[in-house]
């Protein structure tokens, strides 16, 4: 059973309409991934941190969607505005340090109608 | 651009076969490999991880790395049907520590 937790499992928007996800870390794990798996399968890094700072994000994490890890908080990722492209498997992954392995949860799956 | 490389797409391989899967870094700043493993429906599991040249072996898994040419493979002997699944090499700079994956390789062992 992963020890990440992610909520909600399922999550369903309309376009335009704010998505929230959440994860809780391993304890312990320090290191914070979001991952976009999308219908066939295709991983693609959105943003990772160490504590609660930023340590790479890419470029469309930078305009709809945001991220953060608070201290004693869940981390969350929010889309501010839905597209229908956004629609897929939404996977945070905790670990004890940058270069370690990665522990992944259940994932969040996004559905925007 | 996709910055690593796996092949082949899918993989069908009978029960006791053997199955070998590859994955290629195009970014000369990566270092370390590693290998997941996807069931369906599931989240990814680490299966190895390699940052030597050379090979590594746990069991029915055997990984090789060459760092030269940044190419990794994983290979499975005596596949059994439990080992399908989607397997995906992801590719790590340890100095920015971030973490790519490949579109991985689908295998399906059959009975």
């Known amino acids: 059973n992963s020890k990440v937790i992610q909520t909600p499992r399922y999550l369903v928007k309309g376009q335009g309409q704010k998505a929230k996800m959440r994860c809780i870390p391993e304890?312990?794990?320090?290191?914070v991934f979001w991952y976009q798996q999308n219908k066939n399968n295709e991983f693609k890094f959105l943003i990772n941190?160490?504590?609660?700072?930023?340590?790479?994000q890419i470029d469309m994490t930078e305009k709809r969607f945001s991220a953060e890890c608070p201290s004693n908080s869940p981390c969350s990722l929010e889309i501010q505005s839905s597209e229908a492209g956004d629609s897929a498997l939404y996977l945070c992954?905790?670990?004890?340090?940058?270069?370690?392995?990665?522990?992944f949860g259940h994932g969040t799956k996004l559905s925007v109608l | 651009q996709q910055k690593v490389q796996q092949s082949p797409e899918s993989l069908i391989v009978p029960e006791g076969g053997m199955a070998s899967l590859n994955c290629t870094s195009s970014?000369?700043?990566?270092?370390y490999f590693w290998w997941y493993r996807q069931h369906s429906g599931k989240s990814p599991k680490m299966l190895m991880?390699?940052?030597?040249?050379g090979e590594k072996e746990e069991g029915r898994f055997t990984v090789h790395l060459n760092k030269a040419s940044l190419h990794t493979s994983l290979h499975i002997r005596d596949s059994q049907p439990s080992d399908s699944a989607l397997y995906l090499c992801?590719?790590?700079?340890?100095?920015?520590?971030?973490?790519?994956f490949g579109d991985g390789t689908v295998l399906t062992v059959k009975p």
């Open positions: 941190f160490q504590n609660q700072e930023v340590l790479q």
């Open positions: 992954a905790s670990s004890p340090d940058k270069n370690e392995r990665l522990f």
């Open positions: 304890k312990g794990h320090p290191v």
């Open positions: 970014d000369r700043n990566v270092d």
């Open positions: 992801a590719a790590s700079d340890t100095n920015t520590g971030k973490l790519t």
């Open positions: 991880s390699i940052f030597s040249n």
